[in-house]
């Protein structure tokens, strides 16, 4: 393989601009160059492309974000617009690609596949949602901001003795909710995988009201039946019969726009390094990951047939800890 490229695809996440440095170094030193496509898919289209030598990715590695761009393109999820990509990579002689992305994205890669076409993906999301990967790019950095936001609403609600509800990012998944919560101290997680009511809500934050705490702190998923801008309705109208009333943030994007935290530039660094290094030695159709602390490879088709479990003893266990 002579010419590779590598695209962002999907929500951005911090660690894509490590995991581009590491794919373009990597498969310069096998002997390959290296051509960036802009705005994902839609750039792969378009034929949107740019030289990256070893300069070019230089002094990105501390920055969030994606120096590529990223996007999304529904043209790409017809026969049609993958075959425009096809002419592209074919145009510009280029022999493989690396998509650093996430579900939709490797959904796509896998498509691409499918087609005969030499792809490799890199496990990157901040919801953690991605089968064959126990830990994607960015979710670090996430945990870690919406740890810091956390952090500073307990100081508030301490001074003040109230209830606060966060919601943080992770579309269909509640790992990034059930991790903030662990690690801020919650005495309420609300995620998609566990059915839950406001009244349940309700009557944990009592709850922890009579077992003698002054404060509560509820994190709840944006994917949860009762997300933040429902719970907040039901407490604001049974506020004079449950006797408290819950303060809201929700976190949004700010949660991925951080600099990438120690963790998402080394494992953006191995899964980039490994990403291209396997591509350009011949494998084909998976997706880089880690698995068990070590890089592994995955098949895009089981990827895309099979979803990620949350662990049921870590939802248990955060249960106790907030006793
Ligand atoms: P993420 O990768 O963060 O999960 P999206 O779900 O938005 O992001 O997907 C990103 C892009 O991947 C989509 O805009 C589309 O171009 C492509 N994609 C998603 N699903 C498919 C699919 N089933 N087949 C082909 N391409 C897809």
């Known amino acids: 393989m002579h ?10 996440a911090p660690g894509m601009n490590a995991a ?54 529904p043209e790409f999820e017809t ?3 993958r075959l425009k990509a096809l002419r592209t990579l074919h145009q510009h002689d280029i022999d493989g690609l690396v998509v650093i992305g996430g579900n939709g994205s ?3 890669s896998h498509a691409l596949s499918e087609m005969d ?17 126990e830990i994607t790019l960015g979710v670090d950095t996430a945990l870690n901001i919406a740890l810091e936001a956390t952090d500073r609403l307990k100081v508030t609600a301490a001074s003040h003795q109230r209830a606060f509800l966060i919601q943080v990012m992770g579309r269909n998944c509640g790992y ?3 991790n903030v919560g662990i690690a801020a101290g919650a005495e309420a997680i609300v995620i998609p995988e566990v059915e839950s009511s406001p009244e349940d809500v309700a009557r944990e934050v009592r709850q922890a009201y009579r077992r003698g705490k002054t404060h509560a702190l509820v994190v709840v998923a944006e994917g949860a039946e009762y997300n933040a801008p429902r719970l907040e309705q039901f407490f604001h109208e049974n506020r004079k019969r449950l006797g408290f009333d819950l303060r809201v943030t929700i976190l949004g994007h700010v949660q991925r726009g951080g600099a990438p935290s120690s963790a998402d530039r ?6 980039g390094g490994a990403a291209a290094q396997q591509l350009i030695d011949g494998e084909r159709g ?38």
């Open 3 to 12: 010419k590779i490229a590598v695209l962002t695809s999907g929500g951005d």
């Open 20 to 73: 581009i440095r590491a794919v373009v170094r990597s498969a310069l030193a096998k002997k390959a160059s290296v051509v960036g496509v802009r705005n994902g898919y839609a750039g792969l289209i378009a034929g949107n492309l740019t030289p990256l030598g070893a300069r070019d990715v230089g002094g990105i590695i501390q920055h969030g974000g994606t120096m590529l761009g990223s996007a999304r393109c």
């Open 79 to 81: 026969e049609d617009g």
């Open 106 to 108: 490797q959904a796509g």
């Open 117 to 133: 076409y030499p792809v490799v993906g890199v496990a990157s999301t901040i919801d953690n949602d991605l089968y064959g990967s």
């Open 176 to 178: 990034l909710a059930l």
């Open 266 to 271: 080394l494992l953006a660094s191995r899964l």
């Open 286 to 323: 998976v997706l880089v990951g880690q698995i068990g602390g070590k890089v592994a490879t995955t098949p895009l088709a089981e990827v895309v047939a099979k979803t990620k479990e949350l662990d049921p003893w870590v939802w248990e266990l955060a249960q106790v800890l907030a006793r």
